[in-house]
Every structure is written in structure tokens, then in C-alpha cells.
Nanobody
């Protein structure tokens, strides 16, 4: 079993920055994929950024150059962070942490609102 705790998110003006964090604990040895997804009202959930166990990263086209995903490990916990810069109103959504090990796990979601 894996436990996920998300933090970050909130309201920011266009052009601003936010950082999302997802702390992962439990059976972390089998984790091979960590990512962030988002879902805007009336739209399907989409993958925003991901990082694999060998640190290969992938970004959705609209966030390339603005978002950065990273991961760090501290004993029995892994933290995956999404640094979001130059935020746009179209980045407004609920953001979910996603972890894949022997099964897939989802965080509870955190709201990001970009508005003036």
C-alpha cells in the first residue's frame, strides 16, 4: 500500500507561480512512475507532467517551459513536486498526484485557480 498527501495549490494571478507537492509513503520501493494530472470543469482528466524511477520526465505540450516536475527521497518517503510558473487562466483545474507501483494510486486533488 502507498499513501499520498498533496499540498499546495490555491489562487494566483496570471503570470504567477505555485508549487504542488505530493508526499508518498508506504511501499515506495515498487514505484516506477509519479505524475501530476489535472481536470478542469467539463473536461477529461489529462496528464500534465510525469517522472519515472530513472528520472525521465515528460510534459504536456501546453506546460512545456513553464512547469517542472521533480522528485526527492528522504528515508521512507518520496516527494514529487510540480513547480508551476507563468500560470495562465487555462491552467485552472483540480490537480491530482498519480503514483504507479503494483497498482495505481491517486491523491485527493488540490484546486489551482488562475484569475485576476
Amino acid at each position: 500500500q502507498v499513501q499520498l498527501v498533496e499540498s499546495g495549490g490555491g489562487l494566483v494571478q496570471p503570470g504567477g507561480s505555485l508549487k504542488l507537492s505530493c508526499q508518498v509513503s508506504g511501499d515506495i520501493l515498487n514505484i516506477y512512475f509519479m505524475g501530476w494530472y489535472r481536470q478542469a470543469p467539463g473536461k477529461q482528466r489529462e496528464e500534465v507532467a510525469s517522472i519515472t524511477s530513472n528520472s525521465r520526465t515528460k510534459y504536456e505540450d501546453s506546460v512545456k517551459g513553464r512547469f517542472t516536475i521533480s522528485r526527492s527521497r528522504d528515508n521512507a518517503q518520496i516527494t514529487v513536486t510540480l513547480q508551476m510558473n507563468s500560470l495562465k487562466p487555462e491552467d485552472t483545474a483540480v490537480y491530482f498526484c498519480n503514483v504507479r507501483a503494483t497498482r495505481q494510486y491517486w491523491g485527493q486533488g488540490t484546486q489551482v485557480t488562475v484569475s485576476s
